[in-house]
């Protein structure tokens, strides 16, 4: 199983091929964007120069989304980015933005430690079942973009499923069994 503490090492071959070195294939910008929205941080060099190419890879694949018409960053957002190059030294802009999704992070994270820590619900039956609905609910409102704390992505595996439809299904039975005892109650 590959390191998912170390970036994922891409190769740009003269040809601009994108080579990923631990599965020995190539890849596209798409599958780029997959490992990222899976929580793995990728660094994507030139063969030849050694040059690191990551944030120009990365701008691009912003650039392709935002023109497809996934809006993420509104226009406004984007005119203080154009104006933070302006600015000598480059501003504040950068640390600003750092700061912003490190602290969306920490959020996400103290949000679902909330829901298991100390709380009288955890008790209760169909409480994980809850749980999982909302982290992917919390997934799904973020595009995925710190799936870190969820515990990754959705990789197909034999058959077409993937773990997303797993959970699903698992929160499906859950459910089921849930309502079964609430009926037996009644």
Known sequence: MADQDKPLLIKRYASRRLYNT???DYVTL?????????????QIV???????????YLLQIIAEHESRGEN????????????????????????????SFDMLRESQEKMVENMT?????????GFEAMKAQQEAFLKA?????????TGGGSPEREGGATDEEDDLDTIKQQLAELQEKLSKLK
């Open 22 to 24: 631990e599965t020995s």
């Open 30 to 42: 798409e599958d780029i964007a997959g490992f990222i929205r899976e929580g793995r941080e990728v």
């Open 46 to 56: 030139d063969l030849k120069s050694g040059d690191d190419l990551t944030r120009q």
């Open 72 to 99: 993420v960053l509104p226009v406004n957002v984007l005119n203080d980015l154009v104006r933070s190059y302006m600015v000598p030294g480059g501003g504040v802009m950068p640390h600003f933005l750092q700061s």
């Open 117 to 125: 820590a100390m709380n009288p619900m955890a008790q209760m039956p």
């Open 141 to 149: 409102m973020t595009g995925g973009f710190s799936s870190g704390w």
